[in-house]
């Protein structure tokens, strides 16, 4: 079973830093996925990134995949207190159709 | 469009009863997702239906099942429940007919057995 390891596990900052979050695996992926959970409520998408390389942005989030589809990063600049949440990736199990999970970066961004 | 319903929030049950739990998928998607979230293990699958069929399975005890309707509302069912069943149950939808595994989710049941 492929994992996805996810660091920092907790991150807790004040409004206006900027932070990197990282979701890493021995394992290629085709496409990998990040969602943000708020306490309460289940998980919502925000970004699926599919070309080795790829660089996208959302607003004040930065998503990357690695160059060689194994690993992501989240780069959020200038936190807001609305950025707290759960962040998880998840990707297709190789050769199936499960979706696997992150264990998630629980982020708190002080105002 | 309307999201992902789930029903009921919450449910508290005793150890050895067991308890359904239901899903309305967005209008349109057929393939519907059930999770299970802990603070310990994070989120894990637990199975997947497509058409009425299960497609996919994650490793959990025959205790935990599920079953799917023609339009497309799901439910899992999770019998002689444990204290270690004590979780946030997330279902997901999606249009996984297209190739997409982008997951909708619903705001979970929290299920709490005492």
């Known amino acids: 079973t492929q994992l996805l390891e996810q660091s920092p596990q907790f991150l807790s900052i004040q409004e206006g830093e900027n932070l990197t979050v990282y979701c890493n695996s021995s394992s290629v992926f085709s496409s990998l996925q990040w969602y943000r959970q708020e306490p309460g409520e289940g998980p919502v998408l925000l970004v699926t990134v599919v070309t080795g390389g790829e660089v996208k942005k959302l607003k004040r989030l930065t998503f990357q995949f690695g160059d060689a589809r194994k690993d992501s990063s989240l780069h959020i600049t200038a936190a807001q207190p609305g950025d707290t949440g759960l962040y998880l990736c998840?990707?297709?199990?190789?050769?199936?159709?499960?979706?696997?999970f992150g264990k998630g970066t629980k982020l708190t961004v002080n105002p | 469009k309307a999201g992902v319903t789930q029903t009921p929030r919450y449910l508290i049950k005793t150890r050895g009863q067991q308890v359904t739990l239901s899903c309305s998928p967005i209008s349109g998607h057929r393939s519907v997702s059930w999770y299970q979230q802990t603070p310990g293990q994070g989120l894990q699958f637990l199975f997947e239906y497509f058409s009425e069929t299960q497609r996919n399975k994650g490793n959990f005890p025959g205790r935990f099942s599920g079953r799917q309707f023609s339009n497309s509302r799901s439910e899992m069912n999770v019998s002689t429940l444990e204290l270690g069943d004590s979780a946030l149950y997330l279902c997901?939808?999606?249009?996984?007919?297209?190739?997409?595994?982008?997951?909708?989710f619903g705001p979970g049941t929290r299920l709490t057995v005492t």
């Open positions: 997901a939808s999606s249009l996984a007919e297209t190739g997409s595994y982008e997951q909708y």
């Open positions: 998840a990707a297709l199990q190789g050769g199936s159709e499960k979706l696997v």
